[in-house]
C-alpha cells in the first residue's frame, strides 16, 4: 500500500487510487505482450513469405524441365507416329510383324517422366497454405492433369519389364498416341496458368510454332467453349 501511495505523488499530488495504478500497470504489461505476439507474428509471416518464395522458385524450375521435356517428347513421339502410320498406309499387315528398333530414328519408349517432386514438398509441409489462394489452385490444376502422364509412365514402366512383346509397332503406336494426345493438355496449364503465376519466379517459356503448339492452341479453343 505504502509503495502505490508514493507513486502517487509522481502524479502532480493528485488522489490516484491504487486500484487505477493497478489497472494501468497490467494494461501497460498486456500491450507490451501483445505488441510482442504481433511482432513475432509479422516476422513469422515474413519467414513464411521467404519459404514460399523460394518453393514457388522451385516449382518454376520443376516447371521448367517438364516443359521441355513435354516438347522433346512430343516432337519424338509424332515422328515415330508418323513413320508407323506410313507403313500401315503401304502395308497394313507389314506392322504386325515389326518392332520398334527397326524404325529410323528409333530411341526407345522414353515416357516423359515429369516431375512434381517441389510441388508434393509444398503440400507435404503445408508451405502451400502460404500461397495465395489462386496461386494454390491453379497449381492443382496443373499437376492434377500431370498426374495423368505420371500413371501412364508408371504403366509403361511396368509394361516394359514384364512384356517382352512392349516394343510391337502397334504397341508403341497405341502407347505413343495416347501420349500425343494427353502431353498438349498438360503443356496448355503451363502456358495458360504458370506463365501467369510463375514468370516472376523463373517459368517465363512460350512455345514456338510446332506441332505441339497447334495441339494446344486447338484444345485452348476447346476450353473456351
Known sequence: MLKYKKRSRLFGGSNISTSLLIILEVFAIVVGVLIGFMVNEWRENRNNQRIAAGVLENIAAEMTFNHQQVVANF???????????????????????????????????????????????????????????????????????????ERLDDS????????????????????????????????????????????????NLELEESKLKERVDLYAGFSEQ
Request: charged share 15%.
Open 75 to 149: 516432337a519424338y513421339y509424332d515422328r515415330i507416329i508418323a513413320r508407323i502410320d506410313s507403313i500401315v498406309a503401304e502395308d497394313p499387315a507389314k506392322v504386325e510383324g515389326m518392332y520398334g528398333h527397326q524404325l529410323s530414328g528409333w530411341q526407345g519408349a522414353q515416357p516423359p517422366m515429369l516431375r512434381s517432386s517441389a510441388y508434393q514438398m509444398a503440400l507435404t509441409t503445408g508451405i502451400i497454405k502460404d500461397f495465395p489462394l489462386e496461386t494454390a489452385t491453379r497449381l492443382a490444376d496443373i499437376y492434377n492433369v500431370q498426374t495423368v502422364v
Open 156 to 203: 509403361i514402366i511396368m509394361r516394359f519389364t514384364t512384356d517382352h512383346g512392349f516394343a510391337a509397332l502397334p504397341t508403341i503406336r497405341h502407347l505413343f498416341g495416347i501420349y500425343w494426345e494427353v502431353l498438349p493438355s498438360v503443356m496448355l496449364g503451363y502456358q495458360e496458368e504458370g506463365l501467369v503465376l510463375l514468370g516472376e519466379y523463373g517459368y
